[in-house]
């Protein structure tokens, strides 16, 4: 089955700590992304990525940074430096060259750093 | 700049009657829209999306939306709610040649038996 792959579900840290969230797509989708959902804000686009070996900051990138070394993995790590990391992570993966561009979604990283 | 605005946070309706989610899109160009469902602790799954063509776009689950450029709105609707269609509904807008997509902060449904 053809997907998004997000791990783990939820994932408990140490404030200070870094922590790396990953995700997998075999959708042989060329654009991936990576949101941030907390209550009643709906989701927020911290990076994406249109090819491999670039990505782009979106509206909250501060304390986050990502990599794109492989077509199908898009792992974010959330950094010491994020104030208020506690959150639901979602990544999406589309193919921008057809028509819409629907994003397909993971199942989402549940982090809490306490 | 893009943006999508959903009209009501939280709304609930009896199982059985009409569900109508609102969604108001701003767009200088013509946009592509979308709705999405969320599950609890799930992540998100695409209903229906409107690119170009017929303005009633028909997606999974029984739910419909009208694009209606007049009114720059994009409601979702489906005639006869059922339990298993309480979740939250998101709204989404891109425009053309952009690779970001614009979400809505949310509607949560609620269906009362």
């Known amino acids: 089955d053809g997907g998004i792959t997000q791990s783990p579900k939820y994932l408990f840290r140490k404030e200070g700590q870094n922590v790396t969230l990953s995700c997998e797509q075999n959708?042989?989708?060329?654009?991936m992304y990576w949101y941030r959902q907390d209550p009643g804000q709906g989701l927020r686009l911290i990076y994406y990525s249109q090819i491999v070996n670039d990505f782009q900051k979106g509206d909250i990138a501060e304390g986050y940074s990502v990599s794109r070394e492989k077509k199908e993995s898009f792992p974010l790590t959330v950094t010491s430096a994020q104030k208020n990391p506690t959150a639901f992570y979602l990544c999406?993966?589309?193919?921008?060259?057809?028509?819409?561009?629907?994003?397909?979604f993971g199942p989402g990283t549940r982090l809490t750093v306490t | 700049a893009q943006s999508v605005t959903q009209l009501g946070s939280h709304v609930s309706v009896s199982e059985g009657a009409l569900v109508l989610l609102r969604c108001n899109y701003s767009s200088s160009v013509p946009p592509y829209l979308f709705w999405y469902v969320q599950y609890p602790n799930q992540g998100l799954q695409l209903l229906l999306k409107?690119?170009?063509?017929?303005?009633l776009v028909k997606g999974i689950n029984g739910f419909e939306a009208e694009f209606k450029k007049s009114e720059t709105s994009f409601h979702l609707t489906k005639p006869s709610a059922h339990m298993s269609d309480a979740a939250e509904y998101f709204c989404a807008v891109i425009t053309g040649g952009y690779q970001k997509v614009t979400f809505g902060i949310g509607t949560k449904l609620q269906v009362i038996p």
């Open positions: 959708l042989n989708h060329d654009a």
């Open positions: 999406a993966s589309s193919n921008p060259g057809t028509g819409g561009n629907e994003q397909y």
């Open positions: 409107y690119t170009t063509g017929a303005t």
